[in-house]
């Protein structure tokens, strides 16, 4: 049976923006903006060596927030999947949830709303397993928030977590991914998504034993 490992896409594959003036953090929404991290294309590679097939699931609220269209979350995932595609790594499906449960002024309205696909909710990733026909019990959810370990709970997947120790000084996760909340703590974690795949193949090799 199809053994999938689900990527986050921010954090995870590629870099978030910053703007060097105002510091302000925003997603990718042209395909110039895309930079994959380090260790990324190299983690998808040995991820799809051992035997992955490869998804992504990405909370892209920025159409229900009015801050970018739902046709530029499209068109840089769609590059993304190509840039990726250039250098030997098939990603065989794309989820993005565009809702978001407030909105934001000029937000699309049809997009607003507590839907059931946003991480840390499962639906997403319910939709890449059925979609792949894959085995729950062998396969994994990759990000680096989280909300991202929670969806890979909820969906009865392994959680593995992207964990740069250099970041996120406010965030949950800045105490590191050991000691949390046993509903939060991943089954692998790696300081870039090289490091992290090679801990996922490893516990592979050890679950033959
Ligand atoms: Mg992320
Ligand atoms: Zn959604």
Do not use: Y
């Amino acid at each position: 049976m199809t053994r999938v490992a689900i990527l986050d896409r921010d954090g995870t594959i590629i870099d978030v923006l910053r703007d060097e003036e105002t510091g302000a953090i925003t997603v990718a929404f042209h395909p110039d903006h895309i930079r994959l991290l380090p260790g990324a294309v190299e983690g998808m590679s040995a991820l799809a060596r051992a035997g992955f097939v490869l998804a992504i699931a990405t909370n892209q609220p920025a159409p229900a927030k009015g801050q970018f269209s739902a046709e530029a979350v499209r068109r840089t995932n769609d590059a993304l999947v190509e840039r990726l595609s250039k250098q030997g790594i098939a990603i065989a499906t794309v989820e993005a949830c565009m809702h978001h449960p407030t909105g934001g002024a000029g937000g699309d309205p049809s997009l607003v709303r507590a839907c059931d696909c946003r991480k840390p909710k499962a639906g997403m990733l319910e939709a890449i397993v059925a979609r792949l026909g894959a085995d729950r019990s062998r396969s994994w959810m990759l990000g680096d928030s989280s909300g991202d370990v929670q969806a890979g709970k909820a969906a009865g997947l392994k959680a593995g977590l992207v964990f740069a120790t250099n970041r996120c000084e406010l965030c949950p996760l800045r105490a590191g991914p050991t000691g949390l909340d046993p509903r939060l703590r991943p089954d692998a974690h790696g300081a870039t998504l090289a490091e992290l795949a090679t801990a996922v193949t490893g516990s592979l090799a050890a679950a033959l034993h």
